[in-house]
C-alpha cells in the first residue's frame, strides 16, 4: 500500500512539475471524490479507505508546497471528520470545511477564501458532482468534476484548466492595463 502510494506521489510531483503557473489551494470534495462512498452511509467506527491515488496526490501537493482543503456538504461531519482522523489526513488541511446539506459549496469557498486568504481565482476544485461544479465555477474557482474520484489524470486535467484560465485572466487584464493605463502589469501568479 504504501509502495503503491509513493508511486502515485512521484508521478503526481512530476505532473505538478510540469507546470509553471500553479494554484495557491486546492479544495476537495469528499464523498465520491476523496473516498468510494457517502459518509451518512457509514459507521464512524468503520475504518475508511481512499481512492487508488488520493493519498499520493495529497502527499504530491503538500511536497511541492501547495495548500490543500476540504469543502464538503455532509449531514455527517463527525464521521467525515472521524474519517480523515482515521486516515491520518486531517493535518494535511488548511481548511475543513465539512457541514450539512442544506448548504451551498458556495458558503464553503467564501469561508474557505476568509480563513485563507487565497484568491478564488487561485484555486482548484475537485467535486464528483455537476452542479457544484457550476455554482463553484462561477465564483472563479477552475472547478474540475471528476467521474470516479481523483485521480493522476484528473489531476492533470486540473492543473491544465488551472493554467488555460490563469492566462487567460491574465490576457484580459494585460489588455485592460494597456487600454487604461500606461502601467505595465509586473505581477507573477507563481511568486
Not at 23 to 44: M, N
Not at 90 to 109: C, G, L, N, P, R
Request: contains cysteine; charged residues 20%; aromatic residues 10%.
Amino acid at each position: 500500500m504504501a509502495e503503491k502510494t509513493e508511486k502515485v506521489k512521484g508521478e503526481a510531483v512530476q505532473i505538478i512539475e510540469g507546470f509553471e503557473v500553479l494554484p495557491k489551494l486546492v479544495v476537495f470534495d469528499l464523498d465520491y471524490t476523496l473516498w468510494p462512498f457517502y459518509c451518512e452511509c457509514r459507521s464512524k467506527w468503520e475504518m475508511p479507505s481512499l481512492y487508488p491515488h488520493a493519498k499520493g496526490i495529497l502527499f504530491a501537493l503538500k511536497e511541492k508546497g501547495i495548500d490543500v482543503a476540504i469543502a464538503s456538504r455532509s449531514p455527517t461531519s463527525d464521521i467525515a471528520t472521524a474519517f480523515l482522523n482515521k486516515l491520518g489526513l486531517s493535518s494535511f488541511f488548511v481548511a475543513q470545511e465539512i457541514y450539512s446539506s442544506w448548504t451551498h459549496k458556495t458558503d464553503h469557498f467564501q469561508r474557505i477564501h476568509s480563513r485563507t486568504g487565497v484568491p478564488l481565482n487561485s484555486m482548484l476544485f475537485f467535486d464528483d458532482e455537476n452542479r457544484n461544479i457550476q455554482s463553484v465555477s462561477k465564483m472563479g474557482v477552475t472547478s474540475i468534476l471528476v467521474g470516479d474520484g481523483v485521480n493522476l489524470g484528473s489531476l492533470r486535467e486540473g492543473l491544465t484548466q488551472f493554467s488555460r484560465n490563469w492566462n487567460a485572466a491574465q490576457k484580459n487584464k494585460q489588455k485592460w492595463l494597456s487600454n487604461y493605463s500606461n502601467k505595465p502589469d509586473t505581477s507573477n501568479p507563481a511568486a
